[in-house]
């Protein structure tokens, strides 16, 4: 090999391009994409409203603002809770049962939390099982005794608290498994107890994890729409619906939109901030876990089994009781219709989303520029905005667009085209891309970091292109890697419901937007049966996450000579 093949070949693989080429500008171009919708809605707080944002501000604004802050706090709560201490008990002790709980409480990730209201609502509700049954032991009539109501406040923070436990459950886990072994043996040394160890030592050094786990579950928070509309909740993600839907004015949508987008960054601030501010540097030694007996093992699997048992067990024995007692829940042509668009949406989104992780992370890998890794982190904060942010972010300017384009063509050759862009799947697929796109390109990422790069300097030698050393040499290798990401974005597609029901085409429904529709109306039984597709379809990949988590670390004990418990 020549001196100057050398230098090329050192340029196109590992040094920094002063060139940025065509995968470099497409990273550029994506970013600017991306961050397109967000900068729409922050415009909107420059642009002058009619009189709904006065009116918003003197009326609902204040209450907004306190619902917001209330459900922040209790499902903050309420996932800490669930989360943290079954990670700790299936990490740190072995019990009867552990093997099938510390997948196990994955599950409710499968059930969306506004199917979980809809059942815990037919059950809970005065003419439901369980009232009845008080009314007829007690022989009490309605409103001569105190029941909880769970369309409010904090029964949409336990329903979500239920449904998004699994984040800080499964970021938790990972940390509790990272931690030394020396730390806890210290601890033991130095008179702490069980509890002593966990508060002073464990849950400390997984504070990062923790803290990350709960911001996922706060954004979601955030981004909800069928819980909180549901339970007729006012929150700012109801509020934009409501001023856009209702009242007409999107700028007031907007400038709410703008209001929403604070909470995400204060929440995001806030993981970064304890991210950053708590490391351990050394070997780690996993623990070893201790056996529980009698009692105390009764008393580790109930506290595991009741996340499990109300996230996700009971909310599916209602709506399978709901859908085999009502005719018209049972599938059929409409039912067929529904599976097709979800499908088609789901899977065409989660085409477009590996496609584009592919190229970014394969662009930041042969480019190395500064630019390039900096545009790559732009383009993944689309995760962080809830789905009536982007809704609003790309229907405004893209509704100008379409509006323009139409009026153009009508003038120029007398054809009437309709909404070419927010008419038709398009504004809805690129909100997908936006939303999910940080799903796809981590996994992909991950993946594409096990191939070492002395398989790039064979490739290149042998004179195979970028793109064809990427499909001879990378894909096979990361197969299994891209399988995930489309699968987990499959999943999130199908179970989002606030930018499918605002910019779903006409007379094009899913069945996130069936089920809710449904229940809205108060037909409970019939949106039993789109839910339990919902959570069916979500189950297989979740179940093959959770287990192959479980497997990862038992794998991790056995290297570390610590016998699997």
Known sequence: MTTATAARLRISLGSPNPRLGWLGWVSLVTAALVLAP???VVWNVFLPS??????????VLPNYIWNTFLLVLMVA??????????????????FSGKHILEWALVLPLAMPAYVMAYAYTDWLQPAGPVQTTLRAITGLQIREYWFPEIRSL????????FALYPYVYLLARAAFLDQPRSAIEAAHLAGYGPSGRFWRVALPLARPGIVAGTALALMETLADFGTVSYFAVNTFTTGIYRAWLTLGDRVAAGQLATCLLVFVLAILSLERHHRGSARYAGKRTPMAPQRLRSWRALAASALCMTPILFGFLLPVGILLGLAAGEPLARFGARTLSLVTNTFTLAGVAAAAAVLVALLLAYAARTVKSPLVLGANRLAVLGYALPGAVLAVGI???????????????????GVKTGLLLTGSMTALIFAYLVRFLAVAFQTVEAGLMRVTPSMDNASRSLGLSPARTLARVHLPIMSGSVTTAALLVFVDVMKELPATFAMRPFNFD????????????????????????IVGI???????LSRQIARSGLNRKTRNGVPGS
């Not at 893209?398 to 153009?408: H, P, R, V």
């Not at 979500?538 to 093959?544: D, F, G, K, N, Y």
């Open 77 to 94: 709560a309420g996932v800490i809770s669930c989360g943290v201490v079954s990670a700790w008990l299936v990490t740190a002790y072995t």
């Open 395 to 413: 229907l405004l300017p893209l509704g100008k667009i379409d509006n323009a384009i139409a009026t153009w063509v009508q003038e120029e050759f």
């Open 50 to 59: 009619e009189t709904t944002w006065s009116h918003l501000v003197s009326t």
């Open 154 to 161: 904090p029964g949409a923070a336990v329903m979500l608290s």
């Open 510 to 533: 899913t069945l996130a937007v069936e089920a809710y529709n449904l229940a809205k109306d108060e037909r409970i039984a019939e949106a039993a049966g789109p839910s339990l597709l």
């Open 538 to 544: 979500a189950l297989v990949p979740l179940i093959l």
């Open 38 to 40: 967000v900068l729409a």
